[in-house]
């Protein structure tokens, strides 16, 4: 709910800052005062239209600040945090206009474009005015309503989701039909690559491997003349390695006298004569066992020429072709009789349709039994509004089209019938702004237990209106007001005596400039407002006795 409005420099209000509660607030005061000021405000808060006039004279820029608390509105809790907006429970909507016109917008001190505002501001207040433009004149306020008041809300959501389903399998196959031959020259291609690649069938990591492979292979002549030399300058002749150790040894084994300081020497190398003895039998053995393999070089080579071959024709890598392979195989897959084939597309998109209609079908009983009741239960609402002759009608207009349609099978719209005989049309061609206002106050009332928009906002319901039907008029408002809250701008006591918070507005002339001010009245001061409202302004004993037992009876009535 909204529970502060900060405004600054906005029309004649130089600085004004209210606290709102839950139930019903009324906004009164003379002609002129300002009244306005606060609901301007605040569709300024949820990115109406703004321009430089609306910033106080001599100001350099209008500050618009509303507050709400949205523990309650899952909706709004949702969309903040979908955007990372969110700050607890509480939402912040600001709004600041430069005097050139230019405005900027904000959400919980975050600038965001004004369009946010509107689709935001649209989950937390609904402002019922006299202008065109107010939600009740739009078809698509017109079936959340009836969705809301039958319960249907998340059947609403499942089909318009099995919409979505559908239209994306039916833009799919649209694209894959308009492009069938050129499909199908892919499919050939995709079979003759893959049919290649399934032939050479090259695993990962076996082209490093082969060309390992392949320099041992190759190099087979050069390792045997090595490693025969190698052995012969081990041990196999006098001038070999292990000669020349043993004649080593027996130098220093024929010393006339024995040295100590050689016995480690002389340890090193019988050492190393056995190592270099050890050595030279190991490439004997290594010779002896050796095999040059010119066919299997051979065989290695030509799958090496094979992998070398396939990367180039592909202009890839030898070392990207097993991915290459499982990416062409996956996308054969799809075209060929797989998840994007033709037929299978053409099933997936009958099992959607059939999944929605069954889905829109239910919709649609759940839609039509709740306009039945609903235009019974307004019907009685505006007879208490002495709207008796108005027929209202719930329409619910079956779609031409055999697809699928997003919000289900009929589109919703309101009509009434201000005349007996008349037929019933929309209500922006019928209904005048006093009309459109009452029937907005009826229409409220009957949805107000299932409605998801917490604040309601009404301008002047009460226009061509008094005697009893005002009090009745309150009675409604009060009403609505114990199941949410709502701010009403009214003229006539009767509805004014009934509100749970009174705000007084009036202006004053300083300096010669003329300011607005905007006060939260106690008890004593709503009676003497709704004295004022009786009887002018001339108050007599006799007006306030009137506002005295009016007021006491308006807060006396439970609803």
């Excluded at 808060?45 to 820029?61: I, K, N, S, Y």
Aim: proline content about 3%; charged content about 25%; glycine content about 6%.
């Amino acid at each position: 709910m909204l529970t502060q409005l900060t405004v600054s420099n906005y029309a004649i209000a130089e600085r004004v800052e209210l606290q709102f509660s839950n139930g019903m607030t009324a906004l009164t005061g003379e002609t002129g005062a300002g009244k306005s000021i606060v609901l301007d405000a605040l569709g300024l808060a949820m990115g109406g239209r703004a321009d430089a006039g609306a910033v106080r004279h001599g100001a350099r820029r209008a500050d618009i600040t509303a507050t709400f608390d949205i523990a309650g509105i899952p909706d709004a809790r949702q969309w903040l945090q979908s955007r990372e907006l969110d700050d607890d429970n509480e939402c912040i909507l600001r709004r600041v206009i430069s005097k050139d016109g230019r405005s900027r917008a904000y959400i919980n001190g975050q600038p965001c474009p004004l369009a946010h505002l509107k689709e935001l501001g649209g989950a937390l207040m609904d402002i019922h005015s006299q202008h065109q433009h107010q939600s009740l004149l739009r078809k698509e306020t017109h079936r959340k309503l009836v969705d809301e008041f039958a319960g249907a809300g998340d059947l609403a959501s499942q089909t318009r989701e099995a919409w979505k389903a559908w239209n994306e399998v039916r833009t799919k196959l649209a694209e894959r039909q308009q492009n069938a031959e050129e499909s199908e020259a892919r499919l050939q291609l995709l079979r003759y690559q893959v049919e290649e690649l399934d032939r050479l069938a090259l695993e990962t990591g076996e082209q490093e491997r082969l060309e390992k492979e392949q320099d041992h292979l190759s190099q087979a002549d050069a390792i045997l003349h090595n490693s025969h030399q190698a052995a012969l300058l081990c041990t196999e002749d006098e001038t070999s390695a292990a000669g020349l150790v043993r004649q080593a040894l027996q130098q220093l084994e024929q010393l006339p006298v024995e040295v100590t300081a050689l016995a480690d020497t002389l340890q090193m190398l019988n050492e190393a004569q056995i190592q270099i003895s050890e050595a030279g039998d190991n490439l004997r053995h290594f010779i002896d066992d050796y095999e040059a393999d010119p066919a299997r070089l051979h065989e290695v080579e030509e799958r090496l020429s094979a992998i070398y071959q396939m990367a180039r024709k592909h202009r890839i890598s030898p070392e990207e072709l097993p991915e290459f392979h499982q990416r062409l195989s996956a996308e054969l897959a799809e075209l060929d009789g797989g998840e994007g084939s033709l037929e299978q597309l053409e099933a997936e998109l009958q099992n959607l349709h059939e999944n929605f209609n069954k889905l829109a079908s239910q919709l649609s009983e759940a839609r039509a039994r709740a306009a039945t009741e609903l235009d019974q239960r307004i019907a009685g609402e505006l007879a208490q509004l002495s709207m008796p002759s108005v027929q209202f009608v719930t329409h619910l207009k079956r779609n031409d089209k055999s697809e699928p349609a997003p919000h289900g099978q009929e589109e919703i719209e309101f009509l009434v019938s201000a005349n007996p005989g008349q037929p019933a049309r929309p209500l922006a061609k019928v209904a005048s702004g006093g009309e459109l206002s009452r029937i907005s106050l009826a229409i409220q009332v009957v949805v107000a237990q299932t409605s998801t928009t917490p604040t309601l906002i009404f301008d002047e319901v009460d226009v061509g209106i008094g005697g009893g039907t005002a009090e009745v008029v309150g009675k409604l408002l009060r009403s609505l007001g114990s199941n949410g809250q709502v701010i009403c701008v009214t003229h006539l006591p009767q509805v004014a005596a009934q509100c749970h918070q009174h705000l007084f507005v009036s202006k004053f002339t300083q300096k010669d400039a003329t300011f607005s001010k905007i006060e939260s009245l106690d008890d004593r001061g709503r009676i003497s407002e709704v004295a004022r409202m009786l009887g002018g302004v001339d108050m007599t004993e006799h007006t306030l006795a009137h506002a005295t037992e009016m007021f006491s009876k308006g807060q006396a009535t439970h609803h």
